[in-house]
């Protein structure tokens, strides 16, 4: 070949080696510019950026006047964090790994937003935005193969998901229709499940709910939208009473396990309760605002409530940093009001954080962004932090029944957690016990119990 073509040929290709190199010098020199100037930047680990405390005082959002006061600013860093996200990206296709992870539930393709234990233990329900609901056989979290039900919904997504306490039907919140639906669950004959589809509910909610919940009772519903509108239904779709918040806007409500109250909470610095009535007969009789057992003391917004089995203790965490426990086994129809008994801090940004509660309540394991932390409500310190559990948000989170497990939905994985931090809650209480006057049988059984939870944290490599 002739070498003229190709001088001419190479001139521009050096040109443009240049003016790229020169690009890249610029876009590199103005994003150590904006890391510098704006510190927090691509330090949110939802691919948000991160968020100091006070910046987060607007109803817990994104600060509107932050996002338009330089748009360039903004696209900057839409830039950094869409970087970021890659990187995370990468990092998530290596997988997350923890001594404490037991197992991952693999198998939906999009995010997966709620998850419910059927009564009897023996399913796990989760919904997704990708349009399905799947329910996993729970035998055995540490097997790897799992058999599992997938559902679709129809035209719509679900975005929360609940049994009904006979494990005989799956309630689920269509997202853009705005309503309930209810797909029964049968038998089948090689001993797992089918679902069929069977009928929603009228649409009662103008805007996103935050909160469906079904009594363990059976008897009743309740669904509850962001603003101050909380619905009560029967099993048919039938509307037994609304009820007014008077939260300002409503982050959370949930029916606690014992299936008498609803437990709500918001805007303001309390969560409140309400105590739903039947008469003898099963008929529904009222909702009553019980203001004895309102869960207050905080300074800021209350995101979210959990509650231990029998709903003797109650757990708040809010926009304040702090998650606080109550005793609520109390005469509060005698004007006994709650017994506050334990606050402890959470560090961890976001602009929501979700509580768990574990059922003997001697553990708090709070979620905000990606992050967790679980607590000891004996001493109320942090007993350890779980960092990028995942991409993107932590969408729930709760203990199985036997507090074994913390189960913490993100991303399209749902995972599973050994409660490490029960453990060594546990050992401390026993230790606690043996030390006031105990039959012989007890000391033994507490003594037998130590024992074991020595054992297994030491085969889990944690200090005890
Ligand atoms: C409440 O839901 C509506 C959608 O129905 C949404 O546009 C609005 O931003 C939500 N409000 C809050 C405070 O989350
Ligand atoms: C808080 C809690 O439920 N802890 C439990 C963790 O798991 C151990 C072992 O099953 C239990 O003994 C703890 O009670």
Same mark, same amino acid.
């Given at each position: 070949?002739?070498?003229?073509?190709?001088?001419?040929?190479?001139?521009?290709?050096?040109?443009?080696?240049?003016?790229?190199?020169?690009?890249?010098?610029?876009?590199?020199?103005?994003?150590?510019?904006?890391?510098?100037?704006?510190?927090?930047?691509?330090?949110?680990?939802?691919?948000?950026?991160?968020?100091?405390?006070?910046?987060?005082?607007?109803?817990?959002?994104?600060?509107?006047?932050?996002?338009?006061?330089?748009?360039?600013?903004?696209?900057?860093?839409?830039?950094?964090?869409?970087?970021?996200?890659?990187?995370?990206?990468?990092?998530?296709?290596?997988?997350?790994?923890?001594?404490?992870?037991?197992?991952?539930?693999?198998?939906?393709?999009?995010?997966?937003?709620?998850?419910?234990?059927?009564?009897?233990?023996?399913?796990?329900?989760?919904?997704?935005?990708?349009?399905?609901?799947?329910?996993?056989?729970?035998?055995?979290?540490?097997?790897?193969?799992?058999?599992?039900?997938?559902?679709?919904?129809?035209?719509?997504?679900?975005?929360?998901?609940?049994?009904?306490?006979?494990?005989?039907?799956?309630?689920?919140?269509?997202?853009?229709?705005?309503?309930?639906?209810?797909?029964?669950?049968?038998?089948?004959?090689?001993?797992?499940?089918?679902?069929?589809?069977?009928?929603?509910?009228?649409?009662?909610?103008? *805007?996103?709910?935050?909160?469906?919940?079904?009594?363990?009772?059976?008897?009743?519903?309740?669904?509850?939208?962001?603003?101050?509108?909380?619905?009560?239904?029967?099993?048919?779709?039938?509307?037994?009473?609304?009820?007014?918040?008077?939260?300002?806007?409503?982050?959370?409500?949930?029916?606690?396990?014992?299936?008498?109250?609803?437990?709500?909470?918001?805007?303001?610095?309390?969560?409140?309760?309400?105590?739903?009535?039947?008469?003898?007969?099963?008929?529904?009789?009222?909702?009553?605002?019980?203001?004895?057992?309102?869960?207050?003391?905080?300074?800021?917004?209350?995101?979210?409530?959990?509650?231990?089995?029998?709903?003797?203790?109650?757990?708040?965490?809010?926009?304040?940093?702090?998650?606080?426990?109550?005793?609520?086994?109390?005469?509060?129809?005698?004007?006994?009001?709650?017994?506050?008994?334990?606050?402890?801090?959470?560090?961890?940004?976001?602009?929501?954080?979700?509580?768990?509660?574990?059922?003997?309540?001697?553990?708090?394991?709070?979620?905000?962004?990606?992050?967790?932390?679980?607590?000891?409500?004996?001493?109320?310190?942090?007993?350890?932090?779980?960092?990028?559990?995942?991409?993107?948000?932590?969408?729930?989170?709760?203990?199985?029944?036997?507090?074994?497990?913390?189960?913490?939905?993100?991303?399209?994985?749902?995972?599973?957690?050994?409660?490490?931090?029960?453990?060594?809650?546990?050992?401390?209480?026993?230790?606690?016990?043996?030390?006031?006057?105990?039959?012989?049988?007890?000391?033994?059984?507490?003594?037998?119990?130590?024992?074991?939870?020595? *054992?297994?944290?030491?085969?889990?490599?944690?200090?005890?």
């Amino acid at each position: 070949m002739d070498s003229a073509p190709n001088k001419v040929s190479l001139g521009p290709t050096v040109l443009l080696t240049i003016f790229v190199g020169l690009g890249v010098a610029v876009f590199v020199f103005f994003i150590k510019w904006i890391k510098r100037e704006s510190p927090r930047v691509g330090s949110g680990k939802d691919g948000k950026p991160g968020k100091s405390k006070s910046s987060g005082e607007l109803s817990g959002k994104h600060s509107k006047k932050e996002q338009t006061s330089s748009a360039k600013t903004a696209s900057l860093k839409k830039k950094l964090t869409e970087r970021e996200n890659r990187r995370n990206n990468r990092a998530s296709e290596k997988g997350f790994r923890h001594p404490w992870l037991l197992a991952s539930l693999k198998g939906h393709t999009g995010r997966v937003l709620d998850m419910d234990f059927a009564a009897n233990g023996k399913y796990l329900a989760s919904c997704g935005d990708d349009r399905t609901i799947f329910v996993w056989d729970t035998k055995d979290f540490s097997q790897k193969d799992r058999r599992s039900l997938r559902i679709n919904v129809e035209y719509d997504h679900a975005t929360h998901v609940k049994w009904s306490p006979d494990c005989k039907a799956v309630i689920a919140h269509r997202f853009n229709d705005n309503c309930i639906e209810i797909f029964k669950i049968e038998k089948k004959k090689d001993g797992w499940i089918s679902a069929n589809k069977a009928f929603t509910f009228p649409k009662a909610h103008d *805007t996103d709910i935050v909160g469906m919940g079904i009594a363990t009772n059976g008897k009743f519903i309740m669904t509850c939208s962001n603003k101050t509108d909380l619905v009560l239904w029967d099993l048919k779709g039938e509307k037994l009473a609304t009820v007014d918040t008077f939260l300002m806007s409503t982050t959370c409500a949930k029916i606690s396990p014992c299936g008498r109250f609803v437990v709500a909470s918001g805007f303001t610095p309390e969560a409140k309760t309400w105590e739903v009535i039947f008469d003898k007969s099963g008929e529904f009789k009222e909702v009553k605002s019980v203001v004895e057992l309102t869960l207050g003391g905080h300074t800021s917004g209350v995101y979210d409530v959990a509650f231990d089995v029998d709903s003797s203790h109650m757990a708040t965490v809010s926009k304040d940093g702090t998650w606080r426990l109550f005793d609520t086994n109390v005469n509060y129809k005698q004007g006994q009001g709650v017994r506050f008994e334990k606050t402890g801090k959470y560090e961890l940004d976001g602009s929501n954080a979700l509580i768990a509660l574990s059922p003997n309540s001697e553990v708090i394991a709070i979620a905000a962004a990606n992050d967790l932390q679980f607590f000891s409500t004996f001493t109320g310190e942090l007993d350890c932090t779980i960092e990028n559990v995942a991409e993107g948000s932590i969408t729930a989170l709760f203990f199985d029944a036997s507090g074994k497990y913390l189960l913490v939905s993100a991303d399209k994985q749902i995972k599973i957690f050994h409660n490490v931090t029960g453990y060594r809650c546990s050992i401390v209480t026993a230790k606690e016990k043996l030390k006031e006057h105990q039959t012989s049988a007890t000391k033994d059984r507490l003594l037998q119990l130590i024992k074991e939870s020595e *054992t297994f944290l030491k085969n889990m490599g944690e200090i005890y």
